[in-house]
Nanobody
Framework: QVQLVESGGGLMQPGGSLRLSCAASGSILGPNTMGWYRQAPGKQRELVAIRTSGGTTSYADSARGRFTISRDNVKNTVSLQMNSLEPEDTAVYYC?????????WGQGTQVTVSS
């Protein structure tokens, strides 16, 4: 079983920056992927950015060039640096960990971009 705890959400003005962090506890064995998804009101949950334990990174088109994902495989943490935030980035952001034994989600952290 893997537990994920997110931190770092909040309210930011357009053009500002926020950093989300996620710490995983429990047993994470073998190749895995950690990353971030988001869900805006009335919309489906969507991928923002993921990074494999081998170092491969994928970004949503909306995040590429503005957001940067990083992870520490030893500490089992993953972070998302979000720059040039836009109102369209407003959503609940969820940390995700996918392993051979299952897929796990954090409780979510609210990000609101508004002036």
């Amino acid at each position: 079983q893997v537990q994920l705890v997110e931190s770092g959400g909040g309210l930011m003005q357009p053009g500002g920056s926020l950093r989300l962090s996620c710490a995983a506890s429990g047993s994470i064995l073998g190749p895995n992927t950690m990353g971030w998804y988001r869900q805006a009101p009335g919309k489906q949950r969507e991928l923002v950015a993921i990074r494999t334990s081998g170092g491969t990174t994928s970004y949503a088109d909306s995040a590429r060039g503005r957001f940067t994902i990083s992870r520490d495989n030893v500490k089992n943490t993953v972070s998302l640096q979000m720059n040039s935030l836009e109102p369209e980035d407003t959503a609940v952001y969820y940390c995700n960990c996918a392993t051979s034994s299952g897929t796990y989600w954090g409780q979510g952290t609210q990000v609101t971009v508004s002036s």
